[in-house]
């Protein structure tokens, strides 16, 4: 009977194996060298796109048509000019034109 239920024991869901520890530092292994090529992979990537966007956005060469275009606007946006005498329109700097819209403001709400 005591070896009727030592024998039921043995059959109760338990590995009778070992482990295989080779199989298991092999995939270990084999995800740690994935991550770090992946690692290696995405930084170069990043880099390459940094790399790109600063050559775009400050080292390219610009157009003419566009060096004129920014010169232009500059001086529309920082020069004085009287547009139209009679009507009293005048052009300003925008950084003069904010500082008396300002003032203005600060002003009005003063007298509230």
Do not use: C
């Amino acid at each position: 009977m005591t070896d009727h239920l030592s024998h039921a024991h043995d059959n109760e869901g338990y590995e009778h194996s070992d482990v295989n520890v080779k199989m298991i530092v092999i995939v270990a292994v084999l995800i740690v060298a994935f991550l770090a090529v992946s690692l290696l992979v995405l930084d170069q990537y990043f880099e390459f796109v940094t790399q790109e966007t600063i050559y775009k956005e400050q080292l390219a060469p610009q157009s003419v048509a566009l060096r004129d275009l920014r010169a232009r606007e500059a001086e529309t946006l920082n020069s004085y000019k009287v547009l139209d005498s009679a009507k009293g329109v005048y052009q300003i700097p925008i950084d003069r034109a904010m500082q008396l819209i300002a003032e203005e403001s600060y002003k009005a709400s003063q007298k509230k």
